[in-house]
C-alpha cells in the first residue's frame, strides 16, 4: 500500500495527499493511552492482536479515539465512558445480537458498531468482521471473499463425499 505522511500534520494516510478533516498533529499511541480510561488499551490490543495478521495496517491515534486504516478508514475505536465503541464499515448489513446500535447505510456501504467492555468480547467473530471491513476499504474484498469460500468448501466438515446431508449439522443425532 502507498502510504503518504501530511506535512503540516505528520499523520500518515494511505495514499497522496489524502485530504482529512482536521490536520492536526499525529500523537503516538504511548501518549494516547497516557490520558485513556483504563479499559481502553486491553480493547485495543486485543484488536490489535488481530490487526497485526493483515497488511500494512495504519493505527492513526487522534483525540476522538483510534482510527484504523487501510487507505481509508475501515474501523474505529472510540472511547465512551463505560466501553469502547468499535465501529467498522461492510458491504452487507448484519444482523446480530452483538451490535450496539441501529445499523446506518452510507451509499453502498453499512456502518456497524459494538460496545465493548471487555477484551474477551472481540472473538473470531469480530476477527472476521474487521478482515471484511479491512479487505473492503483497501479494495480486495473480492479476492477475500474467494479466499474464504474456498477454505470453507475444501474442510471436511464441509464435504459432502462422506455422502452426508449437507443440510443437517453433524452434531445433531437424528432419530430414524
Known amino acids: ?5 501530511c506535512p503540516k500534520c505528520s499523520r500518515v494516510f494511505g495514499k497522496q495527499n489524502q485530504s482529512h ?7 503516538s499511541l504511548e501518549e494516547y493511552f497516557a490520558t485513556a480510561k483504563p479499559f ?21 491515534p487522534v483525540g476522538v479515539g483510534i482510527l484504523l486504516k487501510n487507505g481509508p478508514v475501515f474501523a474505529e475505536l472510540r472511547p465512551k465512558s463505560k466501553w ?13 445480537g452483538r451490535l450496539s446500535r441501529k445499523v446506518s447505510e452510507f ?4 456502518y456497524h458498531v459494538i460496545n465493548v467492555d471487555d477484551p ?15 479487505h473492503l476499504s483497501g479494495g480486495t474484498l473480492h479476492t477475500f471473499q474467494r479466499s474464504r469460500r474456498s477454505s470453507f468448501e475444501a474442510s471436511p466438515k464441509n464435504s459432502l463425499s462422506d455422502g452426508g446431508d449437507g443440510m443437517v449439522p453433524d452434531d445433531i ?4
Open 1 to 5: 500500500m502507498e502510504r503518504w505522511t
Open 21 to 27: 478533516f482536521t490536520c492536526e498533529p499525529a500523537i
Open 40 to 60: 481502553e488499551k486491553p480493547v485495543f490490543d486485543a484488536v490489535n492482536l488481530h490487526l497485526q495478521k493483515l497488511d500494512d495496517v495504519i493505527i492513526d
Open 84 to 96: 469502547v465503541a468499535l465501529g467498522f464499515s461492510l458491504s452487507r448489513k448484519l444482523e446480530s
Open 107 to 110: 451509499g453502498r456501504k453499512f
Open 120 to 134: 474477551s468480547m472481540i472473538d473470531d467473530e469480530i476477527f472476521e468482521w474487521l478482515s471484511e471491513a479491512y
Open 173 to 176: 443425532d437424528i432419530d430414524i
